[in-house]
């Protein structure tokens, strides 16, 4: 038998507003199994952020139903836009400990929890820096950091690498590949189409309602030349590889493959000029 991690059906959110409610999510219906590796895509204001919050428990559901295993209810770090809203300590060590604290970790055990995980993003230099010379991207590193020291089951990155250089970004994805390898479970929160060929899995909401729940080369390449793709109907602008093989395809070289990533890309580049 499967558990879910999160098995959520026919669910709405909505926001209190001045003159009412706004209902902002509706007719939400999937599931999270262990160890997925799901990126979350959609135009701003699609409600990316609303259900990331309701996934991480911040957020109540109005309609509908969201069922959670015992792990994701009780192990589930959100790592959001904005590291100032997340951030309690003065020290980046102290903030480190302030999360492991909350979490009945053993004094003993901090040091070694919080090394590792600062080395995991590359901030270990910074241990006993002061949080306020912090750049603000070594802040979203430093959330990231908080979230592996407690070894939270399921991870949920809300643009939290927004603020991040490409190739501190790449690091990330590089160290979130290496959670999921572990067994760990990422939600990952993107506006960057280039991410997502790193995924298993993408969902994508438009205006508060899946409009897409499949693999990312099926978001991109539609099977029937004349369809728009998942991705075009959402008005996105695919990654570059993608753009390479649709003005390959126009050009008249088709490709067997469906390339996402540039690496990707580049090797079915290499096979096909090798078999002509
Ligand atoms: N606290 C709030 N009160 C009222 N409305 C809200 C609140 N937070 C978000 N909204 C509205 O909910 C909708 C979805 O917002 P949300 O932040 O979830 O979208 P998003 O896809 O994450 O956007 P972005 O990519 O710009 O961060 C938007 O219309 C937004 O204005």
Wanted: proline share 5%.
């Amino acid at each position: 038998m499967i558990l879910h991690h999160f098995l959520l059906d026919q669910v709405a959110v909505a926001y209190v507003i001045d003159d009412g409610i706004a209902l902002v999510c509706s007719d939400i219906s999937f599931s999270i199994e262990p160890g997925e590796l799901v990126a979350i895509v959609g135009k701003n204001g699609s409600g990316k952020s609303t259900l990331a919050r309701v996934l991480a428990g911040l957020l109540p559901i109005s309609r509908g139903t969201m069922i959670k295993s015992p792990e994701a209810l009780h192990s589930t770090q959100i790592i959001m836009q904005n590291p100032d809203a997340q951030i309690i300590g003065d020290t980046v060590y102290e903030d480190i400990c302030f999360g492991l604290e909350n979490h009945c970790i053993a004094s003993a055990d901090m040091p070694i929890r919080a090394r590792k995980a600062l080395s995991a993003v590359g901030l270990l230099p910074f241990m006993h820096v002061q949080v306020d010379k912090l750049s603000g991207g070594q802040k979203q590193l430093l959330c990231i950091a908080s979230a592996l020291a407690i070894d939270a089951d399921v991870l949920i990155f809300d643009e939290s690498t927004a603020m991040l250089d490409p190739r501190s970004r790449m690091e990330i994805i590089e160290v979130i590949q290496s959670l999921h390898k572990e067994g760990r479970t990422v939600l990952w929160v993107t506006q960057l189409l280039e991410e997502i060929g790193h995924f298993q899995r993408v969902i994508a909401l438009h205006e508060g309602k899946i409009s897409f729940d499949g693999t990312p080369s099926a978001f991109f390449y539609q099977l029937n030349d004349d369809d728009e793709t998942p991705c075009e109907k959402l008005q996105l602008i695919p990654p570059y590889p993608v753009l390479v093989v649709n003005e390959l395809h126009r050009a008249g070289m088709m490709l067997v493959e469906q390339p996402v990533l540039m690496s990707q890309l580049k090797e079915v580049i290499i096979k096909q000029c090798l078999s002509i």
